[in-house]
């Protein structure tokens, strides 16, 4: 069974930083690419950022693109989202995705973890 | 871009009702090499992460009840629960995977 889940959320000052971090479990990680999405309280879903199976290949979304880093550890099953620069439009649910067989739709969706970013 | 929109915002359908929503992209979606529509269709529940319900625009995902039919082509797509049933209530979200950024509608909230 696939599992994704998300720890590393917490509440954070403006201009601060947090890193997510995505256990995953279930299938063969190294082979798919793996993403960000976010969903802020009350909101729709955001795409955030993507990063290829061998990692060398990012993706971001522009409200992000200079201020977040994906990364992945494939030797551990591990995917990772460095935060920094934080803004209070940041504030969301970050959810850790893999890729559909055929292509980028989602299944299954974890928890998500919660950035709170806010003095 | 490719900018996703719905309607409606919200709709209220008695149980076993029809509920029809509709999502329309600003450009295709339409994979040439096969035909097949890059749209995929969520539910999300109160409380819940979103769950993926139709992939490649009308291909059921696995343990999705068959009162959930995806339909459309190119840049207008449907999404129809045959006969509501109340724990159907929910938002639904179409999403584009034809091209990065990947992009969601805005939502349509189904209530009893």
């Known amino acids: 069974e696939v599992q994704l889940v998300e720890s590393g959320g917490g509440l954070v000052q403006p201009g601060g930083s947090l890193r997510l971090s995505c256990a995953a479990s279930?299938?063969?990680?190294?082979?798919?690419?793996m993403y960000w999405v976010r969903q802020a309280p009350g909101k729709g879903l955001v795409w955030v950022s993507r990063i290829n199976p061998g990692g060398s290949e990012t993706t971001y979304a522009d409200s992000v693109k200079g201020r977040f880093t994906i990364s992945r550890d494939n030797a551990n099953n591990m995917l990772y989202l460095q935060m920094d620069s934080l803004r209070a439009d940041d504030t969301a649910v970050y959810y850790c995705l893999k890729r559909g067989l055929d292509g980028a739709y989602f299944v299954p969706w974890g928890q998500g973890t919660l950035v709170s970013v806010s003095s | 871009d490719i900018v996703m929109t719905q309607s409606p915002d919200s709709l209220a359908v008695s149980l076993g009702e029809r509920a029809t929503i509709n999502c329309k992209s600003s450009?295709?979606?339409?994979?040439?090499?096969?035909?097949?529509?890059?749209l995929a269709w969520y539910q999300q529940k109160p409380g819940q992460p979103p769950k993926l319900l139709i992939y490649?625009?009308?291909t059921r995902e696995s343990g999705v009840p068959d009162r959930f039919i995806g339909s459309g082509s190119g840049t207008d797509f449907t999404l129809t629960i045959s006969s509501l049933q109340a724990e159907d209530v929910a938002v639904y979200y179409c999403q584009q995977y034809s091209s990065i950024p990947l992009t969601f509608g805005p939502g349509t909230k189904v209530d009893i």
């Open positions: 450009r295709s979606v339409l994979l040439s090499s096969n035909n097949k529509d890059r």
């Open positions: 279930g299938f063969i990680f190294s082979d798919y690419w």
């Open positions: 490649w625009a009308s």
